[in-house]
């Protein structure tokens, strides 16, 4: 996979791309990822790449044309056909949906805003699409892209060493995940539930099929709503409101 960032912080990027699974992936040729600044791309001998909004109001606003033409720099480095998406509060939710949608692409173009945000006009006339990766505001879309690229990267294939942590993540299945337990088998809070150490897997996953439904259905219900359930989870989750109202 080939992708790229635009921003105007590439020390912050580069710094967290070398460490951890990204990293190995890079090393490893699994994943690229250019990095162009806008100020390479100003048209001043400043390197201006921001101004005041139009109709006042405070912040500064990043100007179109330093945008656009990192954009252009960056697909040259990476793909001509890659899309470009524009983090901002304003986008779609990025979820885990979407982090499969991208790791099934050859390759995407992530600008990280500053400031106010981008001109408008560099959104229409450059950006794909947006992401938001949640309802709060960063200092910088900086953040935003490296929580991206870290989803997106780990489900390579070959990027984690064991591709079933993946399969078995939170919101893989849409589901929050079970919860995990390892040595010591006893500490000062107790041992971990009795069937993890059965050596009975179908016990085992009934288990954690169960956990992870539970822990969806108290944290967050929403992850349940109109989604179409399996005969066996039903009955879990009817087995769970029972206990519930019994408690």
């Known amino acids: 996979m080939k992708a790229a ?17 990204v990293g190995r992936a890079k090393r490893e040729g699994r994943f690229q990822c250019a990095i162009e600044s806008p100020r390479d791309h100003a048209e001043d001998a400043r390197r201006t790449i921001d101004d005041r909004p139009f ?3 405070p912040g500064m606003v990043m100007m179109a ?7 252009a720099a960056a697909k040259t480095a990476t793909l001509p ?10 986008g779609e939710r990025f979820d885990q949906r979407a982090a499969l949608r991208l790791a099934r692409t050859p390759g995407f173009v992530l600008v990280a805003a500053r400031y106010e945000g981008a001109d408008e006009r560099f959104a229409q006339s450059v950006v794909d699409y947006e992401l938001s990766v949640g ?18 990267v780990r489900l390579l294939p070959g990027a984690v060493g064991n591709p079933a942590s993946t399969a078995e993540d939170s919101f893989a299945d849409a589901l929050l995940d079970h ?21 009975d897997h179908a016990a085992i ?6 956990e992870a439904l539970a822990r969806t259905w108290r944290r967050r219900p929403d ?10 989870d039903r009955a879990m989750l009817a087995d769970l409101f029972r206990q519930a109202a019994l408690a």
């Open 81 to 90: 056909t890659a899309p470009v998406i524009l983090l901002t509060p304003q």
């Open 205 to 210: 996953a009934r288990w954690r099929r169960r």
């Open 223 to 232: 992850l349940l709503l109109d989604r179409d359930l399996a005969a066996t």
């Open 5 to 21: 960032v635009v921003s105007l912080f590439p020390e912050i990027l580069e710094a967290a791309l070398g460490v951890g699974i």
């Open 179 to 199: 919860p995990h337990y390892t040595r010591p088998e006893r500490d000062s809070h107790g041992a971990p539930p009795h069937v993890l150490l059965s050596g």
């Open 65 to 71: 044309e330093p945008l656009r033409r990192a954009v």
């Open 135 to 152: 309802d709060y505001v960063l200092s910088g879309g900086e953040p935003a892209a490296l929580a991206v690229l870290d989803a997106v």
């Open 55 to 57: 109709g006042g109001g």
